[in-house]
Every structure is written in C-alpha cells, then in structure tokens.
C-alpha cells in the first residue's frame, strides 16, 4: 500500500520560503507524476503544480513565478519550494500521487505564514 | 486559470439520490476526459471517488457514478447513506497542462 507523509516546517515568516517533502513507502516514486495541492482553511483545494519522476514540471499560472518542485529517486521523496510567501499562502499542503488521477494522498501538514 | 464551478451545497434524505454538477469550459471538462471527483470529511485527505469522467477505484461503492456533457461534468450519488455527509470537488485536466479543482459542494443527508 503507497503512503505519503510529508514533512516540513509548520511555521513559515512572511517574505521567506516555505519548504516541505514528501516521502513515499510502500512502492517506487519512478514513473509516476506526483503533485502539491494545498487548502486554506474552510476553502476549497487549489492545485501547485505537478513533476514527473525525469523532473519534468507544471505548475499553477498564479504561483509560477514562486514554485520550484524537484524530484529525489534515491530518497523516494519529492519536494516543494514557495518563495516570498504571505498570510495568503497560510493553508493544509497536501501531496499526492497522480496514477488514476490523485489516488493516493499525504495527510497534509499546517503551514501557518506569520512574524 | 479559474476554478470549476460547483453548488455550494446539497442536500437529500437517506435512500435518495443526488447529483452534484462541475462546470467548465472547454479547455478544461469539455476539452478531456480527465474528470475526477474527490470526497472529503472534516480533517481528513480527500478521497478519490471517480477518475476519468466516470470510472470507479476499486473499493468504491457503485452507489457513486460519474457522467459528462460537454462542459459539465456531474457526480450522482445514489442511495444516499449518513456516511456520504461531507464536501465533494471535482477537478480537470486543462490545455495548459494543468489541472484545476472545483469550488467544492458540501453535500448534507437529511
């Protein structure tokens, strides 16, 4: 059975760079697309981006110019940089797994934006 | 790129049925048959319920269906259980190779 976990600082300063992992078990991260979707709280989900295990990337048009998602198969992990962020990128970040569309999931991390 | 859209809520009685929309456009629902349909309790990871329009994972109940026309894509609950109280999004693939998420119905048994 895949699982994601994902780990990373809860407690982020504005104008700094979030930063999370996410570690999959339970089989390899080769061949498959995985993505960062996160969710503020009480709204709905919005889509990161996605990267394919060569490190290929698509990311959300209004969160380009502040995405980088990279790929470790070694470490069968996979992360997500956030750059400049602001009380508006305070939200539940979730990864998951893109195989038949997102079947399988993190349990999210809380990262709060705030001095 | 702008987000589906979906009812905020629905609602029904135990046994009935009840059919959620998502409508894009046809860069997105309209355009792929990459349409699927998540569910979601409180506090918890959504929860694949449909992929690719209309077809179900294994271990999902065939109570779940899932439909398109043209730009609308639909989720029909059928024999509604207390169980299946909690928010549903749909979301697409779209031409900018991208995918984007509905705004969410809260779907409430009765």
């Known amino acids: 059975q895949v699982q994601l976990q994902e780990s990373g600082p809860g407690l982020v300063k504005p104008s700094e760079t979030l930063s999370l992992t996410c570690t999959v078990s339970?089989?390899?991260?080769?061949?498959?697309?995985w993505s960062w979707i996160r969710q503020p709280a009480g709204k709905g989900l919005e889509w990161i981006g996605r990267?394919?295990?060569?490190?290929?990337?698509n990311y959300n048009p209004s969160l380009k110019s502040r995405v980088t998602m990279s790929v470790d198969t070694s470490k069968n992990q996979f992360s997500l940089k956030l750059s400049s962020v602001t009380a508006a990128d305070t939200a539940v970040y979730y990864c998951?797994?893109?195989?038949?569309?997102?079947?399988?999931w993190g349990q999210g991390t809380l990262v709060t934006v705030s001095s | 790129q702008s987000a589906l859209t979906q009812p905020a809520s629905v609602s029904g009685s135990p046994g009935q049925s009840i059919t959620i929309s998502c409508t894009g456009t046809s860069s997105d629902v309209g355009g792929y048959n990459y349409v699927s349909w998540y569910q979601q309790h409180p506090g918890k990871a959504p929860k694949l319920m449909i992929y690719d329009v209309s077809n179900r994972p294994s271990g999902v109940s065939n109570r779940f269906s899932g439909s398109k026309s043209g730009n609308t894509a639909s989720l029909t609950i059928s024999g509604l259980q207390a169980e299946d109280e909690a928010d549903y999004y749909c979301s697409s693939y779209t031409s900018s190779s991208t995918d984007v998420f509905g705004t969410g119905t809260k779907v409430t048994v009765l």
């Open positions: 339970g089989g390899s991260i080769s061949s498959y697309y």
């Open positions: 990267i394919y295990t060569s490190g290929s990337t």
């Open positions: 998951a797994r893109v195989g038949e569309a997102y079947d399988y």
